[in-house]
């Protein structure tokens, strides 16, 4: 949803890291990242003039595949502990986040055939 408010979005610039372990079913491990924002806040609400965020977060992360039709979707939670922060809260998040493999069957037997043509 747009405001008219504010103009948005500012250009951020960002990093993340993940350092997981894994096996055929679950992976586990440490996640961070870092966030800073490029141009300032503006627009009618932007009051307190051209201000840029920043932030930095580290945290712990849990997935595991299922098994869908004949593929593999994936479920992944993860919390972060936000430090060092300006111009903004601080405090925690949790992230859930899914993925289902829509087509990849038919990925697969196209690769298959791809391989097949050119072998």
Known sequence: MHSPLTTWPPLACGVALSLTTSDARADEGGVG???QQLTGDSGACAVLGDIKSSTYAIGR??????PVGGAKGYVNLRGYGE???DHRPEGWNVWLIGGLPFGARRV???AQRLLRALG
């Open 33 to 35: 990242y870092c966030n």
């Open 61 to 66: 992360q849990v997935g595991c595949f299922f």
């Open 83 to 85: 430090f060092a922060t």
């Open 108 to 110: 697969a037997l196209s």
